[in-house]
T-cell receptor, first 113, second 113 residues
């Protein structure tokens, strides 16, 4: 069974600085998908970024980018120019074809003014 | 706005009471899911419906039942609520059980006393 690990329960960053959230996963699949979801205090789950395992190029979405290391089974999220609105829980998730998502335990990120 | 609608947003039950959480999506998605979120444990799958007319158990199905009423609606029932079922519940939907990400409802905070 696939597992997703987020080793940083909590992190903080100063506004305008850069922070990296870590995620590792375990799978025997070769084709799969990885995601980062953001959950602000409103509780809504928001898709931040998505990566397809067969694509070597790292995904980017504005200030959010990933460092996908397939051999190391690592999928970290970098947030540049952090903003107060980035304060949230961040969940890493894994999915493979025909299978349901597996979520990590989450990292609570606080952006400090 | 298109999306996933969950009701109610908050609920307090006494031990032994029953209730049904409602979920509806208007994106014509085939697959729907119920998750529970507990601190430090991420999101755990309770039940899912890969397509209309089918339902299957997820990781933590005990104490719950589901009904896929039609393509749009997927309800979660607690027959006899227990304090261990105190949690935040999320409904989600996706076009297929693969790499396009889930769309989540806004969640239901359930407290069983």
């Amino acid at each position: 069974a696939q597992t997703v690990t987020q080793s940083q329960p909590e992190m903080s960053v100063q506004e305008a600085e850069t922070v990296t959230l870590s995620c590792t996963y375990d799978t025997s699949e070769n084709n799969y998908y990885l995601f980062w979801y953001k959950q602000p205090p409103s509780r809504q789950m928001i898709l931040v970024i998505r990566q397809e395992a067969y694509k070597q190029q790292n995904a980017t979405e504005n200030r959010f980018s990933v460092n996908f290391q397939k051999a190391a089974k690592s999928f970290s999220l970098k947030i540049s120019d952090s903003q107060l609105g980035d304060t949230a829980m961040y969940f890493c998730a894994f999915s493979s074809h025909g299978q349901n998502f597996v979520f990590g335990p989450g990292t609570r990120l606080s952006v400090l003014p | 706005n298109a999306g996933v609608t969950q009701t109610p947003k908050f609920q307090v039950l006494k031990t032994g009471q029953s209730m049904t959480l409602q979920c509806a999506q208007d994106m014509n998605h085939n697959s729907m899911y119920w998750y529970r979120q507990d601190p430090g444990m991420g999101l755990r799958l309770i039940y899912y419906s890969a397509s209309e007319g089918t339902t299957d158990k997820g990781e933590v199905p005990n104490g719950y039942n589901v009904s896929r009423l039609n393509k749009r609606e997927f309800s979660l029932r607690l027959e006899s609520a227990a304090p261990s079922q105190t949690s935040v519940y999320f409904c989600a939907s996706s076009e297929v059980r693969t790499g396009y990400g889930y769309t989540f409802g806004s969640g239901t905070r359930l407290t069983v006393v």
